[in-house]
């Protein structure tokens, strides 16, 4: 859907509204999730290396304007997610009651309250 290009473009305008208003205590960085998304027939996301990638570039390309990226465990899967605090992410997100039709297809609605359990 984002070119690489237009990925970094936004980025950059994060970057300068930041600089501006000093809002913003973090960004996340949400994948296009294809799978049953009308928007997606034919369109495919961003592979995990992409994803992994754009989590590393925010970093750097952010810092030190916005010091926290999230990578959104419920988006990028549970493992995924895990993987992005090496590559740049700070901040697994929390436990959103409404993220249940949002949730990857490795987690289950079940498993997203499970995984916390487990942390707690």
């Not at 034919?42 to 989590?55: A, C, E, N, T, W």
């Amino acid at each position: 859907m984002e070119s690489l290009d237009d990925r970094l473009e936004h980025l950059a305008i994060l970057k300068d509204i930041q600089s501006e208003t000093g809002g913003f205590t973090e960004t996340v960085l949400l994948p296009f999730i294809p799978e049953d998304n009308i928007l997606g027939k034919g369109v495919f996301g961003i592979d995990l290396l992409d994803k992994l990638k754009m989590h590393a570039l925010a970093r750097v390309a952010l810092y030190p304007n916005i010091a926290n990226i999230q990578a959104s465990w419920t988006k990028l899967g549970r493992n995924a997610a895990a993987a992005a605090i090496d590559w740049g992410a700070n901040d697994l997100g929390g436990t959103l009651m409404d993220e249940a039709n949002a949730l990857s297809r490795e987690e289950s609605y079940l498993g997203y309250f499970q995984i916390f359990i487990r942390y707690l």
